[in-house]
């Protein structure tokens, strides 16, 4: 016997694929799965894995630009996704979200054109996986007022004229997750969009940022650290000396030295510290 699950994703993406132009049953005739097939994968509690060749139907006569791949991969399960055996919770969380990352870069290649952000972040299989998993509770999910973006903003994401910020919220076991994807985009006179890049950004897990320059510092050995703090003070000390010989501020010092005042101040952070 098959094995069934939930697949709410999988039923949520149906629904969108009948649309609002056709009824159920007008959809099942029209791709030739029976009514009562398809009302049992909208409406039991569970069901069985659908075959490829009923996804293949859904796809053919979809609206809402639903399409195979978006079908097929919604019908996978987290078990399918493979982690390693010794990863912990955060490691999964981790990976996941660079899944997430590697999955919008395949859909601006596919299927730029959605009818709305929230639209195009549903079709983001990794993204579903991390959302739907058992053990997630407390999910939110909100989007920023679109902010138009400056001439260089505009330069690094492909020259798209505006920028959503999505925020997501979950709890996943004992680990409170936070993190942001910025979509950035298009938006045609017809209230459509056309998604140029997307930018998932670094975690917070349990209140605390996870990043490349937190692994970094742990990373480094005691007197990786003592040379790394000889170093910012040798710097600062040269700004200073310079500023106080030739009257100008530490701004103007690092102007004149080739030194970006926020190396200065991560300078003056790193001796602090």
């Not at 659908?50 to 630009?65: F, M, R, S, V, W």
């Amino acid at each position: 016997m098959a094995e069934k699950s939930k697949y709410e994703k999988l039923r949520w993406l149906i629904r969108e694929a009948i649309g609002s132009r056709r009824t159920q049953l007008g959809f099942a005739v029209e791709t030739g799965i029976s009514p009562e097939h398809l009302s049992r994968m909208l409406n039991n509690p569970e069901i069985s894995k659908p075959h490829d060749k009923t996804l293949q139907k859904i796809a053919e006569y979809a609206d809402n630009g639903v399409t195979y791949k978006m079908l097929k991969n919604a019908c996978k399960k987290e078990s399918e996704v493979r982690f390693e055996k010794d990863w912990s919770e955060t490691d999964k969380i981790i990976y996941l979200i660079g899944l997430i990352e590697d999955d919008f870069k395949d859909l601006i290649e596919t299927k730029p054109f959605s009818r709305d952000v929230d639209y195009f972040m549903d079709a983001n299989y990794s993204l579903s996986v991390m959302e739907w998993q058992d053990n997630v509770k407390n999910r939110n999910t909100w989007i920023n007022e679109p902010r138009e973006l400056s001439f260089a903003e505009r330069e690094k994401h492909r020259l798209t004229e505006v920028v959503s910020v999505v925020k997501y919220s979950m709890d996943i076991d004992d680990l409170h997750v936070e993190f942001d994807i910025n979509v950035y985009h298009w938006e045609t006179k017809g209230n459509n969009v056309i998604i140029g890049d997307v930018e998932v950004m670094k975690p917070t897990i349990n209140g605390v940022k996870y990043g490349e320059e937190e692994a970094t510092v742990k990373a480094l050995r005691h007197d990786e650290i003592l040379r790394a703090q000889g170093d910012a003070l040798r710097l600062v000390k040269m700004v200073h000396h310079f500023a106080s010989k030739h009257g100008g501020s530490i701004k103007d010092a690092c102007e004149e030295l080739g030194v970006t005042f926020k190396e200065f101040n991560d300078a003056t952070d790193l001796i602090k510290n």
